[in-house]
């Protein structure tokens, strides 16, 4: 363990260690990561003894400040480019109401085993004597050869004393592709219910890492088979499921959905893609209908997702700012580069998509590849060789006419101007004609074209040019 131990930091606080008859040690992910071989730039420190004191000890020495939380028993402190926190060794106990737990000092034991896991139990010793030396008290070593999630006491207690450690598990599953342990699974079963003493906050928080890891299919499907997503998300669990009439079903949403989030993070590391790719048919269940001789249909689910994504941020306590109307945009356009990889591609059609996507256009192309599921290679194929003619198609029409993130040629100001009106009907009406002509192409997307078919428009709800020429 000595040559992951080469930082001087390690060293500075071997050498403090002795000279306050302290043993001290690293513990938690930090370790865990040594034998991940996963970069980690958080180091925690455990004292037997007061950690603050030896925190301020260690920053005297480096030269560095220390921030110190005596509420928390905490202190920290970066060095080059790490973070460490130091922290008293401890034993916690809980009460029913609550996830703060009644602290005493302890010795290392008690703070291996308040661990969540015994993956982040393992400790290193930093004391000169027994430098480099690994205490593994639960076998976290071997879960973690296994890539097995288990916790170092009752998981049915752990679970119930910090109901968030639930998320955790899942999640940690999910980041590093392990397996929860059985006994592990069924506790989560049985404290569905402690969940909701966990603010959302916190829930959300590690939603989002589930979403952001390589494939999270394997955290959302460990939340539905344990039943927590039925409480912390019940609109997605809602998609769970195929209803069958007269012999005809629809494919298992909840599953495609999964699919179409593992298709996406292949491509993307951007949360709020991902989000979009979580949502873009959480209207699904809510639109499905059965038509007699056609079969199942979802039809206007697009429309209705985009406008149940801000109520979904609110709920989740998710930003409602720029990045939930990002996501807004991906669900209620996501069908659209679809519908014309289906058929003949016309100028029109690509005018109108890169005029309401603007810069995110290649965002909505990453969801839409992402949304090809279908087993029927020859259909994969088609789809995929169609989304190339679409993109070229979109390149095309972009650098001829300059659609994205559009403004119009000719202003309100200019038609009032231009026919001496005021602001009203008449300006609103020319101003959507105008729109609306450059992009079914009747006209060129510029300033002399579009003054030229306002007068004409002007002319043919009886109004006259009045004022100045405009200038083009």
Request: include cysteine; glycine fraction near 6%.
């Amino acid at each position: 363990m000595k040559q992951h131990l080469q930082n001087p930091i390690f060293l500075t606080i071997s050498k403090l260690s002795a000279e306050h008859n302290l043993q001290v040690y690293a513990i938690g992910g930090f370790v865990r990561d040594i034998f991940l071989s996963r970069p980690s730039k958080d180091i925690d420190i455990v004292v037997i003894g007061n950690g603050i004191e030896f925190a301020e000890a260690v920053a005297r020495q480096l030269k560095v400040k220390v921030a110190v939380f005596k509420n928390f028993g905490t202190a920290s402190l970066k060095y080059r480019d790490l973070e460490i926190e130091f922290v008293g060794a401890r034993k916690e106990s809980y009460r029913l109401d609550s996830r703060k737990p009644i602290v005493e000092n302890g010795t290392l034991e008690d703070d291996q085993k308040r661990r969540d896991f015994t993956i982040n139990a393992l400790a290193i010793s930093l004391h000169p004597n027994t430098f480099g030396e690994l205490l593994d008290p639960f076998s976290g070593l071997a879960d973690l050869e296994q890539k097995m999630i288990r916790t170092p006491l009752n998981p049915v207690e752990t679970f119930s004393d910090d109901p968030l450690r639930m998320m955790r598990a899942i999640r940690f599953a999910s980041q590093l592709d392990f397996k929860i342990d059985t006994i592990a699974v069924e506790a989560i079963k049985s404290n569905l219910d402690r969940i909701s003493i966990i603010s959302q906050e916190r829930i959300t928080d590690e939603m989002n890492k589930i979403i952001l890891s390589a494939k999270p299919s394997i955290g959302f499907n460990y939340l539905f088979d344990t039943g927590l997503l039925h409480k912390i998300f019940p609109l997605m669990a809602d998609l769970y499921g195929v209803d069958y009439i007269d012999g005809k079903g629809h494919k298992d949403n909840f599953y495609h959905t999964l699919q179409v989030l593992d298709n996406i993070c292949t491509t993307t590391g951007d949360l709020w893609l991902r989000w979009a790719a979580v949502l873009h048919d959480i209207a699904k269940p809510a639109t499905k209908r059965f038509e007699p001789g056609h079969g199942w249909t979802f039809h206007g689910h697009e429309d209705k997702g985009a406008r149940m994504v801000p109520k979904i941020f609110t709920q989740l306590k998710l930003p409602l700012n720029e990045k939930m109307k990002f996501v807004q945009k991906m669900v209620q356009l996501h069908l659209r580069p679809i519908v014309l990889a289906q058929s003949i591609v016309t100028d029109s059609a690509v005018r109108r998509l890169l005029f309401e996507a603007g810069d995110d256009i290649e965002s909505l192309m990453l969801l839409c590849k992402a949304d090809i599921t279908t087993k029927n290679e020859y259909k994969v194929k088609k789809y995929r060789n169609n989304f190339e003619l679409v993109q070229q198609k979109l390149k095309d029409v972009e650098e001829r006419d300059s659609i994205r993130n559009w403004q119009p040629p000719v202003t309100g100001l200019d038609i009032m101007e231009l026919f001496g009106i005021k602001e009203g009907r008449e300006v609103g009406i020319i101003k959507n004609q105008i729109r609306e002509a450059i992009l079914e192409g009747e006209i060129t997307n510029t300033r002399e074209a579009a003054i030229n078919y306002t007068i004409l428009k002007g002319a043919e709800i009886g109004l006259k040019v009045v004022g100045k020429d405009l200038q083009f």
